[in-house]
């Protein structure tokens, strides 16, 4: 069963994909619990703790300059996508209209349906870090994160919060929902940061 809908990489793709983990065609859905039914209209994304407050509206985002960008896609439960394609708002373009606290080291991101993950500062401000609204061309679904997901490529995929609506900058390192329970703090997919052992 496993052979149709994954398969063993080409020899050109094997050093894009991380250890113990699969290929799929498909784009599997990932999600703990509900899916948020969120309008364009009502989304919003706000900023605070170590940070000035202030929050951002759908057509805020729009304002600011879009992208493309293909990036390859890891979840922990060891399917991988490759060059997946998104359209939205660079990381490094969108905290240029936010002031940061140079106490912050760490970020809380927050999603709508009370979804938690954490990241460092620097694994969140790297060029390939994006707010993506689009993929493949079509908005994305409500599945996929819609109307607005983070995307973090270099980390396992538990890192790229869907309905993504704050950004909590924060002076130490604090748990997200996954990482208290048991997954590693940073999940690099390179190094098989799948666990935590503390
Ligand atoms: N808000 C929220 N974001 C989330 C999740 C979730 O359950 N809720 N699951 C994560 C996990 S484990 C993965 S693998 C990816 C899956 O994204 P996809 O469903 O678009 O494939 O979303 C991540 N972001
Ligand atoms: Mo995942």
């Known amino acids: 069963m496993l052979g149709k809908f994954f398969h063993k990489p080409e020899p050109e ?35 605070w703790g170590k940070a000035k407050e202030v929050t951002f509206r759908w057509s805020d985002l729009m304002a600011m300059p879009q992208s493309n960008f293909t990036a390859d896609f890891h ?24 002031e940061v606290d140079p106490t912050a080291i760490h970020i ?33 679904t409500l599945d996929h994160g819609g109307p607005m997901r983070l995307v973090v490529p270099h980390l396992y995929a538990w890192k790229s919060a869907k309905w993504i609506n704050g950004l909590e900058f924060l002076d130490k390192e604090e748990l997200g929902f996954w990482e208290r329970n048991g997954y590693h703090h940073r999940g690099e997919p390179w190094a098989e940061e799948r666990y935590s052992s503390v």
Not at 110 to 133: K, P
Request: aromatic share 14%.
């Open 108 to 140: 809380m991101e927050h999603s709508y349906g009370g979804y938690t993950t954490n990241i460092a500062i620097a694994d969140f401000l790297r060029e390939e870090n994006f707010f993506a609204h689009t993929v493949f061309g079509e908005p994305l």
């Open 13 to 47: 793709q094997s050093d894009r994909v991380p250890p113990s983990q699969h290929l799929t065609q498909g784009f599997p859905v990932l999600t703990y619990g509900d899916t948020p039914h969120i309008s364009t209209d009502e989304w919003h994304l706000k900023i």
């Open 75 to 98: 979840c922990v439960t060891h399917w991988s996508k490759l060059d997946v394609e998104w359209t939205g708002v660079k990381v490094t373009d969108f905290m240029t209209y936010v």
